[in-house]
């Protein structure tokens, strides 16, 4: 085709011949003379130089292509070469490149992906025929180069579509798998694997005679083709056919109930028996988890893919492993003789079939030794039967090489936490299961909306376990949802069947457990009541220091189902399993004891391991690993305090706290702390005891600052400074200082302020603790510059801090200095330089997830934006920077964000707005007994009022604020700034009188008038 026309003009089939050489071997340059021999091997020189120049000649004007610049031909006095880097598409070469690629992927026959066999499917769409089929050339060198190249086609050919056909035999779809297996046998009709393909194909879609009869065909092509018999493979694929009936039979008992869910494991059971390489197939999981189920209805829809059936042999009630072969023998058509094991082999032998052993988990012995019956016995079946297929349900794998493990889990079910409307719960594969056990006892089920929590909690405590389920189900008629979720979570034996046909080994999930737990070694059980103390997920080295597990015996709970390791390689048990093993754990009082105090020695030194790299370097990664674990951290600390254990507590509190305080958990942190100094308050007053009782008291008080309880906190750490003092414990006394000095700062009080600051800064170069060094100058620099804006002095204390944080590695310090550099350029009208300062410390505090500081960060860009008549921007970064204050609960960062919006308000002259933010600031502001923000809201007010015109109530407030003491240098100046827009709107002796009536009240009064 040349623009999208077909070629005329080739004259002969020797210059089309020229072409195909030329396109096909376009990679080098050929010789004339070469070209010449090769399509006129017989004519003397002068002929084929003739020959070729008039062929060439006629190529050339064949193909020329006006719309191209340049030649498709590359030609000199000596050679000529097809340019390969010319504008054209060649279709054997998109045959072989895609063919190649295509074949060459990871786990094509049954392993491929869909996509992959719709690929192969449009590639082979260009196969139309042989290379060069019709083309006769009368030379031999070229009709050998054209069938090299055309029986490599072919084979590739041949491949694909050997790949295809086993893909759709695999899958089932006989339709497809036959058009492909037909279109082999065309191409090569003595390809025996083809015709076996076919064979297949067709015995498995019920064409039974059709399949013996293409047999025939095979060997009637063969003896007259090559004068040969078929293949021992295929004589035996014959003899299966030959002796499977009509129909596929089988044992499967009828379906009680409908599978609920499971779609996604049936998909994947389907794909594991179509691979040819998985011939024992073990379906794990704990006891109640729906393997039966799920392995019959897998049988079920497999039934036609077995050309002598699908067998179910039920293993629960046996009781020796050695009765295996008569459950077996049992569930064949065979009868047992003399010898059964010689005649179960016999007859499985030759059969494409498929088994399902069915409970096999007590067949296993505890211990391996030569004694394995039952294990022997499907290892023997594998060898004997090579087109038996077996699936094993068991708690514990059987530990086969030939062995493909799948285990189940329970039924999809909300666990996140996130509120759900009643449409996505119902999605839920195990909120359907217990709607659709509910609607046997109670049709009709569920008669209001208000079900859906109660049953996703229920579904949750048992972790979608099916039994669990359905076993919750059967109290509906006497139970309402929540009362039966109350009663799981607390009592693990009011999970008892309420149907009398239930097996005794699902009467209770007790039962379920009880069965399992007697299968164990008394090593592994006692390892098990340990691991019972872990709240959450935990690792490998978490379980062996508080179990004493060796890591052979935590392969072999996982092996038998009683652990589970997730994606992220953490180990984890079901609930109601862990509350039937804490049961079994506190039978032991002494044991119990001690595991607790493993299970909270180990995660206070995973702490105390971490806490420089969370407190100076402030690493992300830490803060992810403690966050991980942290259920089990904050129940070794509640141990610990419950207990007074003093070493543990002393370990695990730098790294708990600053976890508290990097997540912005203040509340819960002040609890924590709390509880603790309360515990350690009580014991003697050793100095060791005295010094811990300080320090949790200091990082009480760093919880308190967030929360806005300046009072408190004040009170609280003065205590607290007072032990260091007596300790001359100088490290802890500078960080002390340091969270003083930030509680004068809050209440206005600098002189204080900046005395606290000093002393930490002394005490912490002293002592080399450059962290609280770094901090200690940072609170000074900004208490200078909230008292008198002496920014040349703030900006080297800010450039010390700097300094020292990059030297830590510290991100937090990095971002927190960044933004305080910001509000110094800020406040001298630098907008600019003050907006990239403020943007790269938001940068740093998103890459470590600090909250706080992101809305800090955001609220001063939002100031910057109204300052520069930007609104819209402002207001959208306020309100982000606001929502994220009320998130972390942190009340003098939400003052700070009311305090703009309510600015914001005023320029966009929506005045009930801003009315209504200072109040709620002033309320939280009088609540923290924050003075110094106190007086920046009351400001507020009276900038609104002045905007309003009622400049007589602003007079009297401005009045009021410039008569306070230690008032903040920048509200100061917004004051006089205000006052001196009002001298020139009211009349002197009004403002007298304004002045007069601020002097007699009080802070509460003015705050009483603003909120009535």
Not at 527 to 553: I, M, N
């Amino acid at each position: 085709m040349l623009a999208g026309q077909p070629v005329q003009g080739f004259a002969y089939d020797k210059v089309r011949a020229l072409l195909a050489y030329l396109a096909v071997e376009r990679h080098s340059p050929h010789s004339r003379e070469i070209l010449g021999t090769l399509l006129w091997p017989d004519a003397d020189a002068y002929t084929v130089r003739t020959n070729l120049r008039k062929a060439l000649s006629t190529l050339r004007k064949a193909i020329c292509d006006p719309n191209v610049s340049s030649s498709f031909l590359i030609i000199t006095p000596d050679t000529i070469q097809f340019n390969p880097d010319g504008n054209f598409w060649l279709d054997i070469e998109q045959l072989e490149r895609r063919l190649d690629a295509i074949l060459h992927r990871a786990h094509l026959q049954a392993e491929s992906s869909r996509s992959s066999i719709h690929d192969l499917e449009d590639v082979m769409a260009l196969y139309r025929g042989s290379f060069l089929q019709g083309m006769m050339i009368d030379s031999l060198a070229f009709e050998e180069w054209s069938l090299t190249i055309r029986e490599n086609l072919h084979t590739r050919m041949l491949s694909a579509l050997h790949v295809l056909t086993q893909y759709y035999l695999h899958q089932g779809e006989y339709g497809l798998a036959q058009k492909h297996a037909l279109r082999q046998v065309e191409m090569e009709p003595y390809c025996e694997e083809a015709h076996r393909a076919l064979m297949q194909i067709l015995a498995h879609s019920g064409q039974r005679s059709a399949a013996l009869a293409q047999y025939e065909r095979c060997r009637s092509i063969l003896n007259a083709e090559l004068g040969i018999e078929p293949s021992a493979e295929t004589r035996a694929l014959y003899g299966r056919i030959r002796s499977a009936g009509e129909e596929n039979p089988h044992n499967l008992p009828a379906q009680q109930h409908p599978l609920v869910g499971r779609q996604p494991e049936l998909q994947e059971i389907g794909r594991l028996l179509a691979n040819p390489d998985c011939r024992l197939l073990t379906l794990v999981g704990m006891g109640g988890i729906g393997k039966t189920s799920l392995a019959l209805k897998a049988a079920r829809e497999h039934l036609g893919d077995f050309l002598h059936g699908v067998f179910w042999a039920p293993l629960a009630l046996l009781r020796h492993p050695g009765q295996i072969l008569t459950a077996i023998i049992e569930a064949l058509p065979v009868t047992q003789g003399s010898e059964p094991e010689t005649q179960c082999l016999d007859y499985l032998r030759e059969k494409s079939l498929l088994l399902l052993l069915d409970n096999f988990e007590h067949l296993i012995p505890s211990q391996r030794h030569g004694d394995e019956p039952a294990i022997n016995l499907v290892n023997k079946i594998l060898q004997a039967a090579p087109n038996v297929k077996i699936i094993v349900t068991s708690r514990e794998r059987l530990s086969l090489r030939a062995e493909w493990v799948y285990p189940v889990e329970g039924l999809p079910y909300p666990t996140d936490g996130a509120v759900e409307t009643v449409e996505a719960l119902s999605h839920y594969a195990a909120i359907q299961l217990f709607v659709s056990r509910a609607r046997q006892v109670m049709p009709g089920f569920p008669a209001q909306v208000d079900d859906y929590p109660h049953i996703a909690r229920i579904c949750k405590l048992v972790s979608g376990i099916p039994l669990g389920i359905e076993l919750a189900s059967g109290w509906l008629s006497q139970f309402s949802c929540q009362a039966i979720a109350d009663r799981i979570g607390t009592d693990l034996d009011f999970l008892v069947a309420t149907l009398r046909d239930m097996p005794d080994r699902h009467q209770s999930l007790r039962a379920v457990f009880d069965q399992s737990w007697k299968l164990l070694l008394a090593e592994e059980q006692a390892v098990l009541r340990k691991l019972s103390v872990f709240q959450t997920t935990f690792d490998r080295t978490a379980a062996q220091e508080v179990s004493q597990a060796a890591p052979h015996q935590l392969t072999a709970l996982v092996n038998k189902s009683f652990l589970h390791v997730n994606a992220a390689g953490f180990y984890d048990m079901h609930l109601l399993l862990k509350q039937f093993l804490a049961q079994k754990l506190s039978a032991d009082p002494l044991e119990e004891q001690n595991t607790y105090r493993l299970h909270a020695t180990y995660y206070a030194r995973f702490l105390e391991e971490r806490e420089y790299a969370l407190t100076v370097q402030y690493q992300a990664a830490s803060l992810d690993e403690v966050g991980a674990r942290f259920a089990d951290i904050r129940a070794a600390w509640d141990w610990a305090v419950a207990q007074k254990e003093t070493d543990i507590l002393r370990g695990a509190l730098g790294g708990i706290h600053i976890y508290y305080w990097a997540r912005n958990q203040f509340t819960e942190g002040q609890a924590i702390l709390k509880a603790a100094a309360a515990a350690v308050e009580a014991l003697d007053g050793s100095p060791r005891n005295q010094l811990l009782l300080a320090r949790l008291r200091c990082r009480t008080v760093d919880i308190l600052l967030w929360l806005g309880d300046l009072q408190a906190a004040e009170k609280l750490l003065k205590e607290g400074i007072a032990i260091l003092r007596s300790l001359e414990a100088r490290e802890e006394l500078a960080y002390a200082l340091e969270l003083l000095s930030c509680i004068y700062l809050c209440l206005g009080e600098y002189e204080p302020a900046k005395e606290a600051a000093a002393a930490a800064i002394e005490l912490a170069r002293a002592s080399g603790a450059l962290q609280i060094l770094a901090q200690s100058l940072g609170t000074l620099a900004t208490t200078i510059c909230e008292e008198n804006r002496d920014y040349e002095a703030a900006n080297s204390l800010y450039a010390e801090s700097l300094a020292i944080y990059r030297q830590l590695g510290n991100p937090y310090g990095i971002a927190k200095v960044l933004i305080n550099q910001g509000a110094t350029c800020h406040e001298q009208g630098d907008f600019p330089q003050a907006q990239k300062l403020y943007q790269e410390s938001l940068n740093r505090y998103r890459e470590i997830d600090y909250a706080y500081g992101i809305s800090a960060c955001l609220n001063n860009l939002a100031i910057v934006a109204r300052k520069l008549g930007d609104y819209e921007r402002a207001r959208s970064l306020i309100e982000e920077s606001l929502a994220l204050k009320r998130e972390t609960g942190n009340r003098v960062a939400i003052l700070h964000s009311l305090l703009e919006i309510g600015a914001l308000y005023i320029v966009m002259e929506n005045y009930a707005e801003a009315h209504s933010h200072y109040r709620e600031a002033l309320q939280l502001a009088l609540d923290a007994q924050a003075r110094g923000i106190q007086l920046d809201v009351i400001l507020g007010f009276a900038e609104m009022y002045n905007e309003i015109k009622e400049t007589i109530k602003a007079a009297e407030i401005v009045a009021w604020v410039l008569a306070q003491e230690g008032v903040a240098q920048e509200t100061s100046l917004q004051a006089e700034a205000l006052y001196t827009k009002l001298e020139k709107l009211l009349a002197a002796d009004v403002l007298a009188q304004c002045k007069k009536r601020a002097s007699t009240k009080d802070a509460a009064q003015i705050a009483a008038d603003l909120l009535s």
